[in-house]
């Protein structure tokens, strides 16, 4: 456990695609993200082989694919996903962003929370971003959640 006190700014925060804490400044005890999130936008079906996740919503109303479950939260709404548990979201609102924590433990494989968003924002194609994933102990296994009409 590390005895070392971690303090990140805000623009520090948004520097790092709203990566507040990696594992490496948290001696590999968790990593912390904040995410805004646009209108239908969301994660595609996946697994972290070696890691939990934690979502906690702070804005919006989200939906969450957990294994065989499909949960609905809004703000205070909170999930914990086992590793190696298949899962995804997808934000439903229809104007503003919504927002969500999501923790990560252990805070290994901080190279996934910071490559892949910059990925992603830079256009990168489906098939190479699965590859990317995968060199971090994430699978991708299938397709984002629909909207629902």
Not at 9 to 19: G, I, L, M, S
Not at 49 to 71: D, L
Not at 107 to 113: A, L, P, R, V
């Amino acid at each position: 456990m590390s005895n070392q006190i971690v303090v990140t700014q805000a623009e520090d925060t948004r520097a790092r695609y709203n990566v507040a804490l990696l594992g490496e400044e948290t001696a590999g005890q968790l990593s912390l993200r904040v995410q805004e999130v646009q209108p239908g936008e969301g994660t595609p079906l996946h697994i972290h082989t070696a890691q939990a996740e934690t979502f906690h919503v702070i804005s919006g109303n989200f939906r969450f694919r957990a294994g065989n479950e499909e949960i609905t939260g809004g703000p205070g709404f909170t999930v914990h996903i086992p590793k190696n548990t298949p899962h995804c979201f997808l934000y439903e609102g229809k104007e503003n962003n919504g927002q969500l924590i999501s923790v990560l433990t252990p805070g290994i494989h901080d190279g996934f929370i910071l490559n892949i968003p910059r990925a992603q924002a830079a256009g990168m194609p489906t098939t190479e971003l699965t590859e990317m994933a995968e060199q971090f102990g994430v699978e991708i296994i299938g397709p984002k959640l629909s909207a629902r009409d």
